[in-house]
């Protein structure tokens, strides 16, 4: 088994769970409520402690560097169906590309309204779009193996996995509730306050998006041994 293609599964997958574990459990709480990744962004998670807010982000970036790893696999020879390389090479630039983007969704904070909301639509494109060539991908890979008298197991599990990914993300990105994002819940008082609602719902569509981010990853990963 490829070297690379298993250092590359390990450290993406344990990147992950870091970013997750210190967004969930180190991150400032935004008001009395617990913090929850169904209302916290991303881009809070950065303004923990000098350490762990710097260590957060070096996640991110060592996160989206490794999403570029499918390029060196396949320029290695993993994912060797001559029909696809061309797609697959497509796929990698993506999910890196994707990578980049979720960087900078959490540099440009909401403060910077209109910058923050153009990536957030960047993020969403690509997300689709990464989702939708790996499930043509695997469907193509597929067809392929058919037509020569053989089945492959790996590819038709990830085409049945990606298909549903691809519907997921959709929905993610074509939420209604999205118009509103801003929107708070009111206090009642004598004076009106405002807070974040337990849902809040730009907040959750980033983490679920960079979620779909890392599924792309890992199901593209296991496709190219797959063939």
């Not at 990578?99 to 494109?125: E, P, Q, R, W």
């Not at 020569?148 to 049945?160: A, E, K, T, V, Y």
Request: hydrophobic fraction near 55%; proline fraction near 3%; aromatic fraction near 14%.
């Amino acid at each position: 088994m490829n070297l690379i293609w298993i250092l590359s599964i390990v450290f993406v997958s344990v990147i992950f769970i870091g970013i997750f574990i210190l967004a969930k459990f180190f991150t400032k709480p935004i008001d009395e409520e617990n913090n929850s990744l169904l209302r916290i962004f991303p881009f809070e998670a950065k303004k923990n402690s000098i350490f762990q807010g710097n260590l957060y982000l070096i996640f991110i970036y060592l996160f989206s560097i490794l999403c570029f790893s499918p390029i060196i696999l396949i320029t290695d020879g993993l994912g060797s169906l001559e029909n696809l390389k061309t797609l697959s090479l497509i796929i990698s630039v993506i999910l890196g590309l994707n990578g980049i983007v979720f960087v900078f969704i959490n540099i440009f904070d909401v403060t910077h309204v209109k910058a923050h909301l153009y990536l957030f639509t960047l993020f969403s494109f690509l997300s689709m779009l990464e989702a939708a060539l790996i499930f043509v991908r695997s469907c193509v890979g597929y067809k392929l193996f058919l037509e020569h008298g053989n089945q492959n197991i790996g590819l038709l599990i990830s085409m049945i996995l990606s298909g549903i990914l691809f519907l997921l993300v959709v929905i993610i990105c074509v939420n209604p509730k999205l118009k509103s994002w801003a929107k708070l819940e009111e206090i009642p008082g004598e004076n009106v306050t405002y807070k974040r609602p337990k849902k809040f719902v730009l907040a959750y569509s980033e983490w679920a998006l960079f979620l779909s981010l890392f599924i792309s990853e890992i199901l593209y990963l296991f496709q190219l041994l797959a063939k």
